[in-house]
Nanobody
Framework: QVQLVESGGGLVQAGVSLRLSCAAS????????MAWFRQAPGKEREFVAH????????YYADSVKGRFTISRDNAKNTVSLQMNSLKPEDTAVYYC??????????????????WGQGTQVTVSS
C-alpha cells in the first residue's frame, strides 16, 4: 500500500512559478507509475502529467505542455511538479496519484490505485 502526501500549493500571481511535491510512503515507490491530476470547482478531474516508474518517460496534458515539468526521485520516494508561467486557469486542487499498472491510457484516472489528499493552487490575474 502507498500513502501520498502533497505539499507546496498556495496563492500566487499569474506568471510566477510554483513547485508541488508528493511524498510517498512504502518501500516500493519505484514500482509505481506516478501522475498529477487537478480538479477545479465545478469541473471534472483532469490529467496533468505522468511519469513512468524509472522516470524515463513523461507525458503532459496539452494545456500544460512546455510550462509544467514532472520529475521523481526514487531514492527519496518523491514526485514533483514544477509549474512555470502559471495562469488563472491553472487554479485547482492538485492531486498526486500512483498506479501499479497502466493497462490503458495514462490519463485515465481510474487506472490509479492511490491518491493524495490534494493541495490547493490558486492563481490570481
Amino acid at each position: 500500500q502507498v500513502q501520498l502526501v502533497e505539499s507546496g500549493g498556495g496563492l500566487v500571481q499569474a506568471g510566477v512559478s510554483l513547485r508541488l511535491s508528493c511524498a510517498a510512503s512504502g518501500r516500493t515507490f519505484s514500482s509505481y507509475h506516478m501522475a498529477w491530476f487537478r480538479q477545479a470547482p465545478g469541473k471534472e478531474r483532469e490529467f496533468v502529467a505522468h511519469i513512468t516508474r524509472s522516470g524515463g518517460r513523461t507525458y503532459y496534458a496539452d494545456s500544460v505542455k512546455g510550462r509544467f515539468t514532472i520529475s521523481r526521485d526514487n531514492a527519496k520516494n518523491t514526485v514533483s511538479l514544477q509549474m512555470n508561467s502559471l495562469k488563472p486557469e491553472d487554479t485547482a486542487v492538485y492531486y498526486c496519484a500512483a498506479a501499479a499498472l497502466i493497462t490503458g491510457y495514462y490519463s485515465d484516472y481510474a487506472l490509479y490505485n492511490y491518491w493524495g489528499q490534494g493541495t490547493q493552487v490558486t492563481v490570481s490575474s
